[in-house]
């Protein structure tokens, strides 16, 4: 109620314009971490000053802003780019207002999602809520292992790996960490082929963007995310590695990125070369994600994770309605600005 209130009050441009405010200081000290982490060669005080511009111009936060390499881009380059604000925006937009109760529902809890879709997420899923000891001690024996997540964290954070065969105190404590918080608690999904010989530690999956402009469904672009090691996450902003698909034909087309810009022909820790191979069970991913993103057609823009399983089966893994853009912008170096804000604009016009 408060939120409605604020918004009917507070123009749309003054909202932005005090978000950055409030949000400076935090962002600043993440600044100076990503700056150490990169080792940029130009000096710390440019680069902060040049990004203090970019945030309250573009609403560029740190991770944008090297991401999108920003320190070698004057502001109208900059000024291309989705930047984290401008994702906000663009969500609110599409995704927030004036949306029916129940698709903001099904979007807004992971277990509510999980049960529109099961007949997509092929795995069984846990929930931590009045979860006991023993249903979920006999689920981790009848799965050998499990993959436990926070219900609200991104980017990868607080998933880890349990096994059946781990320290009996270490299985506890798990369990009475996240007993009193909301978890999920899944089978394991098991990949053959491609997409486990790139990384068999970690469970490879694929970033289809979808906008649905005025009924017409329409996939945006599409992403291949590996990790790198035993880590169970591919996240880019985890240490993963992100690759353009051709969305026509499934084909990988450009090389490994990470989060810091490097580019790879091969993956560092596999040697496996990806550019030119075609993932497996592509047309079906493709027909997947359109059909889930009409079951929440008033939810203009979805961002789905999936993916391909044994026996080229697809799995969906989630759906986010505020999917980040460094995956699709970053590979090419390419902002996506003005063709959002030009699809946001037909959006609206055929609302009306």
């Known amino acids: 109620m408060l939120r409605k209130i604020y918004r009917a009050i507070v123009p749309l441009c003054l909202h932005h314009i005090l978000r950055r405010l409030y ?81 903001l529902r099904i979007m807004g809890s992971k277990s509510v999602f999980d049960e529109t879709f099961m007949d997509y997420t092929k795995r069984r899923i846990m929930y931590s809520e009045n979860l006991s000891w023993e249903s979920f001690r006999e689920f981790l024996r009848e799965m050998g292992h ?11 954070k607080g998933i880890y790996i349990l096994r059946a065969d781990d320290d009996e105190s270490e ?52 992403a291949l995310r590996t990790g790198q090691g035993s880590r169970p996450v591919d996240n880019i902003s985890a240490g993963g ?55 929440i057609s008033s939810i203009y823009y979805t961002a789905w994770d999936l993916a391909v399983i044994k026996n080229e089966e697809v799995a969906v893994i989630e759906c986010n309605t505020g999917g980040g853009f460094i995956n699709q912008q970053s590979i090419e170096q390419v902002g996506l600005w003005k063709h959002y804000r030009e699809c946001l604009k037909e959006i609206q016009s055929g609302r009306n």
């Open 23 to 103: 949000t400076f200081p935090s962002q600043a000290e993440t600044f100076r971490k990503c700056y150490d982490e990169r080792g940029i060669k130009y000096s710390f005080t440019f680069l902060f000053l040049d990004w203090a511009v970019s945030h309250f111009v573009v609403g560029a936060s740190p991770d944008d802003y090297f991401a999108y390499r920003f320190y070698e881009k004057n502001l109208r380059g900059k000024s291309q780019f989705v930047t984290e604000d401008r994702l906000r925006f663009l969500n609110y937009c599409l995704n927030l207002r004036d949306k029916p109760e129940e698709e």
């Open 146 to 156: 499990v993959i436990i997540k926070p219900s609200s964290s991104g980017a990868g």
């Open 171 to 222: 299985i506890a404590r798990a369990y009475n960490s996240f007993a009193s918080r909301k978890h999920i608690i899944e089978e394991v999904l098991e990949q053959d082929g491609l997409l486990r010989e790139v990384n068999p530690g970690t469970l490879n999956t694929i970033r289809i963007n979808v906008l649905n402009i005025n009924g017409r469904y329409e996939i945006q672009n599409a």
């Open 241 to 295: 590695l992100v690759s353009a698909i051709d969305v026509e034909t499934g084909t990988v087309v450009s090389l490994f990125c990470d989060k810091l810009g490097r580019r790879l022909l091969r993956h560092p820790l596999t040697g496996t070369m990806l550019i030119g191979r075609k993932i497996p069970a592509w047309e079906k991913a493709k027909a997947i994600v359109l059909e889930g993103a009409r079951r």
